[in-house]
């Protein structure tokens, strides 16, 4: 087992959250050695006899192999918090979820750039609201996610009936990119009415997103949970209807906390849906009218600069390696591969992802930098 397979074999057993996972790996050095500990030893660290119990009993239960196999007969791939692939913004909350499970289609080709979680978050907007939308909510949600969309955002949301399932319906129609965050395994689509969205959104490019393990059903205590995800890796939550005590000002407070912007539709002062957005204008929320109002307020275009210039940069030793060398002039495979020292599998297919993300070019067989 490898250290990455130790946070996915961690992750089947949600009773261990973030909060007692990092305990556990920093007690024991690495969550490999976490997950293989004895029973003692965890004892004394203070695990609690009932949950020691069960997590012995999962863990000699737990097939890694099997496991895997499902994960990749759904198109299913993990991320764990350590590497760059996860969204740099929801790693610095305090209960991050040390792995992520993102559920893409069988039936594209991703890119390599595509395949990243944080390249997708790295420009993005939570869309929340009520489950009972109005017609008003209706046309807001559309107007404003096809104005977010226009300009590059990704939306997230989470996948539930109303506002979300506007805002993703409108993403997929736009031609634009969504991040769907669940409450409960990538298996399990809820509500099942949206099992055809949830198809749309894996199909156009999207992501469905959650920290829990295939096989777990979503329940009322995790939707909080799911919040903290959807504020967290977003520059922003735009509310666009709901009642003051409601999931969707669950999610207003968690962004407040984690320092995202808030932002707020206005209604019709009669609407009992009005009642939330109102309420967060009253404590500072910023008051939206229009896509236009998201955008300069968080300052998207500068974004989008930065996030490209951040795209043609290094990711990898290989990729550092290969631009070093095409600095002056342009290079051949053949020679790249002579002076490289890599195998030739290696070195094209780290040319392939480079020219993805633009930073290389291939003319007439010779690779320049772009």
Not at 149 to 169: F, N, P
Not at 314 to 319: A, C, Q, S
Request: glycine share 10%; net charge neutral.
């Amino acid at each position: 087992m490898t250290g990455k397979e130790a946070y996915l074999a961690f992750s089947t057993f949600p009773a261990i959250g973030p909060q007692r996972f990092k305990l556990l790996r920093e007690y024991f050095g690495s969550a490999k050695r976490a997950w293989e500990a004895p029973e003692k030893e965890l004892r004394q660290l203070g695990v609690g006899e009932k949950l020691l119990a069960k997590f012995i009993v999962h863990r000699k239960a737990f097939s890694l192999e099997k496991y895997e196999d499902r994960l990749g007969k759904l198109g299913v791939e993990y991320v764990t918090v350590e590497e760059f692939e996860y969204p740099e913004r929801l790693k610095k909350i305090d209960d991050a979820p040390f792995l992520l499970y993102a559920r893409r289609s069988h039936a594209r080709k991703v890119s390599p750039g595509e395949a990243k979680l944080a390249e997708m978050a790295e420009v993005s907007v939570a869309v929340v609201g009520t489950r009972k939308i109005s017609s008003y909510g209706r046309d807001v949600t559309e107007r404003l996610v096809a104005g977010l969309v226009d300009a590059g955002v990704t939306i997230v949301s989470g996948l539930a009936l109303g506002v979300d399932a506007v805002a993703h319906k409108t993403v997929v129609e736009c031609g634009g990119k969504t991040i769907a965050v669940m409450a409960g395994g990538l298996d399990k689509i809820y509500p099942t009415s949206n099992t055809q969205l949830a198809r749309q959104i894996v199909e156009s490019g999207g992501v469905l997103m959650s920290e829990y393990p295939l096989g777990v059903n979503p329940r009322p205590e995790y939707f909080p949970y799911r919040n903290r995800i959807e504020s967290g890796m977003s520059l922003g939550v735009v509310v666009i209807e709901g009642a003051i005590k409601s999931g969707t000002m669950v999610t207003a407070a968690l962004a407040a906390r984690q320092g995202r912007d808030v932002f707020a539709v206005p209604g019709p002062i009669n609407s009992p849906l009005a009642a939330g957005p109102h309420m967060l204008i009253r404590n500072g929320a910023k008051l939206v009218e229009k896509a236009e109002d998201i955008l300069e307020e968080l300052d998207i275009s500068t974004k989008h600069k930065v996030h490209s210039a951040k795209r043609i940069l290094p990711d990898t030793e290989e990729e550092k390696t290969l631009i070093n060398f095409l600095e002056n002039e342009g290079v051949g495979l053949d020679e790249l591969v002579r002076m490289s020292g890599m195998e030739t599998g290696t070195v094209l297919s780290t040319l392939t992802g480079m020219e993805m993300k633009g930073m290389v070019r291939n003319v007439g067989g010779v690779y320049v930098k772009a």
